[in-house]
């Protein structure tokens, strides 16, 4: 079992920046890859980010150029570094974590707020 747990979430105004940062705990040792995902309301969920344990990143087309994926040598953290903020980037955004064992494992997510 994995815990993914979320923070960094607010409100931000358009064009500012914010950081997200999700911990893991649990069998933290069979992680392989993890990401970001966000949903807004009336919206599908969709993939923001995600990172391979080999450190290969792959973005939606929507954030590219302003988001950046990073995680800790041990993999039990992941970040997502918001920049450039727009308001369509509104949505609760979840950390996703997938084991070797091709396992899907979930946060609860955390609210991102783009308004003036």
């Known amino acids: 079992q994995v815990q993914l747990v979320e923070s960094g979430g607010g409100l931000v105004q358009p064009g500012g920046s914010l950081r997200l940062s999700c911990a893991a705990s649990?069998?933290?040792?069979?992680?392989?890859?993890m990401g970001w995902y966000r949903q807004a309301p009336g919206k599908q969920r969709e993939l923001v980010a995600v990172?391979?344990?080999?450190?290969?990143?792959n973005y939606a087309d929507s954030v590219k150029g302003r988001f950046t994926i990073s995680r800790d040598n041990a993999k039990n953290t992941v970040w997502l570094q918001l920049n450039s903020l727009k308001s369509e980037d509104t949505a609760v955004y979840y950390c996703?974590?997938?084991?070797?064992?091709?396992?899907?494992?979930w946060g609860k997510g955390t609210l991102v707020t783009v308004s003036s």
């Open positions: 649990g069998s933290i040792s069979s992680v392989n890859a």
């Open positions: 990172i391979s344990s080999g450190g290969s990143t």
């Open positions: 996703n974590a997938v084991t070797v064992y091709l396992r899907s494992y």
